[in-house]
C-alpha cells in the first residue's frame, strides 16, 4: 500500500530546526504525513530530517560554498529540483516553512517552482515588505510574524492543511486547504486543484473561472 502525499517542511534547519520541527508535529497531530528537507546553506541538519540537501549540495561541492549568493542559487536549483520530482510522482501535496530574510527568498524560490493550486505557505518575518517578487505570480500564502517571535508565530498556525484523496482517475478531485488561524482571526483560502502536468495557460484559465 502505498504512502499518503505528504506536506513538505521545508527550510533552513541549521538555525531554524526548532521551529520546523513543531510545524511537523501540527501537521503529523492532524493525521497529515509530514516530509522534512533542511536547504541550510550552513551546515548540516542538527535534528533527523526526511532529506538533508546540505551534504550533497555543499559539503560536497567545493564550489558552491565558495560565497553566500553562490551556495543559496545551488540549494535553490537543487531543493527545486527535488520537491519538482516528489510533487510529480505524487508524494506532495503542499509545502510549507518559516524563516527570516533568507530562509524567505531560499523557501519561497523553491515554492515558486510547483504548480498554481499547489498549497504553499510562507511563515515569514519579512513578509511587511514588499513581495511582489518573492510570490511573482505564485499563490503562496506569506504569513508575517515579527523576528523575536518567530517560533510564537509558529504557535499560532493551528491547522495547515487539510486534503482529501480523490479516486485516482483524470484530473484530481481532491481539494488543498490552506487555514491559518490565529488568535483573532482565521484565514482560509481554498485550491481547486488542476490536473497533474496541466500547461500554464489552462491553469490560468482555471483560475479565470473561479467564481
Given at each position: 500500500m502505498s504512502k499518503p502525499p505528504a506536506i513538505a517542511v521545508i527550510g533552513t534547519f541549521d538555525s531554524k530546526a526548532e521551529e520546523h520541527q513543531?510545524?511537523?508535529a501540527g501537521i503529523e497531530s492532524r493525521g497529515q504525513s509530514a516530509l522534512t528537507i533542511n536547504v541550510g546553506t550552513k551546515g548540516p541538519s542538527p535534528v533527523p530530517v526526511s532529506l538533508d540537501l546540505y551534504p550533497q549540495v555543499i559539503?560536497?561541492?567545493?564550489?558552491?560554498?565558495?560565497?553566500?549568493?553562490?551556495?543559496i542559487e545551488a540549494m535553490i536549483k537543487a531543493a527545486s529540483e527535488q520537491v519538482t520530482r516528489?510533487?510529480?510522482s505524487g508524494?506532495?501535496?503542499g509545502i510549507i516553512s518559516a524563516g527570516g530574510g533568507t530562509g524567505t527568498h531560499l523557501c519561497?524560490?523553491?515554492m515558486r517552482k510547483l504548480?498554481?493550486?499547489v498549497a504553499k505557505v510562507m511563515v515569514s518575518t519579512v513578509a511587511s515588505r514588499?513581495?511582489?517578487?518573492?510570490?511573482a505570480t505564485k499563490d503562496i500564502v506569506m504569513f508575517h510574524i515579527h523576528e523575536s517571535d518567530l517560533f510564537i508565530g509558529v504557535n499560532a498556525v493551528r491547522q495547515l492543511f487539510g486534503h482529501r484523496q480523490g479516486d485516482g482517475n483524470g484530473p484530481e478531485?481532491?481539494?488543498?486547504?490552506?487555514?491559518?488561524?490565529?488568535?483573532?482571526?482565521?484565514?482560509?483560502?481554498?485550491?481547486?486543484?488542476f490536473q497533474r502536468g496541466e500547461s500554464a495557460d489552462a491553469q490560468h484559465e482555471h483560475v479565470r473561472s473561479f467564481p
Open positions: 513543531f510545524i511537523k559539503e560536497k561541492k567545493p564550489a558552491a560554498s565558495s560565497g553566500r549568493d553562490t551556495a516528489l510533487y510529480n508524494q506532495l501535496v519561497s524560490a523553491i504548480p498554481l493550486g514588499d513581495m511582489s517578487q518573492i510570490v478531485s481532491s481539494i488543498c486547504r490552506q487555514e491559518l488561524v490565529t488568535d483573532s482571526l482565521p484565514v482560509i483560502i481554498t485550491h481547486e486543484p
